[in-house]
């Protein structure tokens, strides 16, 4: 390695050290709002992961080139600690002391949302890697798209029908239940659309359940489920949830195959679930075993850095800086405003998830789906579902 490059490398690390309050031109900071601690540290901890393993590569290319200079990045980490007040106030800090020029995460959409509208209200650029809920990026108020938050996944809608059509055309089955989390903006959202989006191409919900987040026992609603049985039981709840409540349901003697979505696809799924979960599906962003030339330089890049393959978390987090360094490098400048007019106006990214655009007006990505099904204790490419 050349010399110039060795100390590029060692002024940026030395800059991480110091932390993000280092206000220096020469930098260009990135913040980061990660569930690091909380009700899904696995997810945190994959989004950090994620970023840090973008800033270091980055970096060792020489940085970013703008105004024809190359820049290090610096990374300013922040803890939401699962907390939908800490994400707002993480956002501020963000901005106002460590003066960020964009922000990546939170990533669940209980978090997501109040974070971005402190983002939107501050006119900085924020994308979210795994919110699907479409509340992230709309106006509270309005319902027009927000102009400054963007998302690197798809939306509950687009997941919803792919889920109703899967149950539907492929597992040819006619009759659902559903049990979601009644207090969460994610799991209430897709929880209504594929179940409208059931009925509509003839299928029928026989029964909609609820419960409150951190309720650990379902043997109620389960009791309800099993008097009706259906034909599949669909859970949009997070990884953390659905081991047991899979666990409870079959101690109560329900043999119905389940249906989850994305917030399952964490490694953590299979190990609190173990054999309850074989044979389970879900929709999710990416499948590690049907991955493109650029996934599988990701997987191997993560995996050499952190022992495990990455999630989809870690794979979406990517991706949103991967949107973020295209965006600064055409921007030229540090500049918020530029930046988000680079980003919105984004034809063509290739990321480990996929191709993705945004349309004009909108910060929801135009890109497809995969569904995935536990085989042997792993994750296994099912089907794809493209938009």
């Known amino acids: 390695m050349k010399q110039g490059m060795l100390s590029f490398l060692a002024i940026a690390s030395a800059l991480a050290l110091a932390g993000c309050r280092n206000q220096s031109a020469d930098t260009v900071r990135i913040g980061v709002i990660a569930e690091i601690t909380g009700d899904?540290?696995?997810?945190?901890?994959?989004?950090?992961?994620?970023?840090?393993?973008?800033?270091?590569e980055i970096n060792a290319a020489g940085g970013i080139?703008?105004?024809?200079?190359?820049?290090?990045?610096?990374?300013?980490?922040?803890?939401n600690a699962g907390k939908p007040e800490?994400?707002?106030?993480?956002?501020?800090?963000?901005?106002?002391?460590?003066g960020v020029v964009a922000i990546v995460g939170p990533n669940a959409s209980r978090y997501a949302i109040p974070a971005a509208e402190v983002a939107e209200a501050s006119r900085t650029v924020l994308i979210t890697p795994w919110s699907t809920n479409p509340k992230t990026t709309l106006d509270a108020r309005s319902g027009a798209p927000k102009r400054y938050v963007f998302r690197s996944c798809f939306i509950d809608p687009f997941q919803g029908r792919v889920l109703a059509s899967f149950a539907f055309d492929t597992l040819k089955v006619k009759t659902a239940a559903?049990?979601?989390?009644?207090?969460?903006?994610?799991?209430?959202?897709?929880?209504?659309?594929?179940?409208?989006?059931?009925a509509e191409k003839g299928g029928k919900v026989v029964a909609v359940e609820t419960y409150t987040n951190p309720d650990?026992?379902?043997?109620?609603?389960?009791?309800?489920?099993?008097?009706?049985?259906?034909?599949?039981?669909?859970l949009p709840n997070y990884y953390s949830e659905v081991p047991l409540q899979i666990e409870q349901a079959r101690r109560l003697g329900i043999t119905a195959p389940f249906l989850g979505s994305d917030s399952w696809g964490s490694s953590d799924l299979v190990?609190?679930?173990?054999?309850?979960?074989?044979?389970?599906c879900f929709s999710t962003h990416y499948a590690p075993d049907r991955a493109s030339p650029v996934a599988r330089k990701f997987i191997a890049a993560y995996t050499a850095a952190y022992g495990s393959a990455p999630d989809d978390v870690a794979a979406l987090t990517y991706d949103a800086f991967g949107l973020l360094f295209q965006s600064l490098s055409r921007a030229g400048e540090a500049d918020r405003e530029a930046v988000r007019e680079a980003l919105s106006r984004t034809e063509?990214?290739?990321?480990?998830?996929?191709?993705?655009?945004f349309s004009p007006g909108s910060g929801d990505?135009?890109?497809?789906?995969?569904?995935?099904?536990?085989?042997?204790?792993?994750?296994?490419?099912?089907?794809?579902?493209?938009?």
């Open 86 to 98: 800490q994400s707002a106030s993480a956002v501020q800090k963000l901005i106002s002391e460590a």
């Open 348 to 357: 063509r990214f290739e990321g480990v998830t996929g191709t993705m655009r």
């Open 65 to 79: 080139v703008l105004g024809g200079k190359a820049r290090p990045v610096v990374l300013c980490v922040e803890d």
């Open 216 to 234: 650990r026992d379902f043997s109620a609603q389960l009791t309800k489920i099993k008097q009706v049985q259906p034909e599949i039981v669909f």
């Open 40 to 56: 899904m540290p696995a997810v945190g901890a994959s989004c950090r992961n994620a970023a840090e393993l973008a800033v270091k």
């Open 271 to 280: 190990k609190l679930g173990g054999a309850q979960v074989e044979g389970c």
């Open 365 to 387: 990505p135009v890109k497809s789906a995969v569904i995935i099904q536990v085989q042997n204790g792993a994750f296994a490419w099912f089907a794809d579902a493209n938009p």
């Open 178 to 198: 559903v049990l979601y989390d009644i207090a969460s903006e994610y799991n209430k959202g897709i929880a209504e659309i594929f179940a409208a989006a059931f």
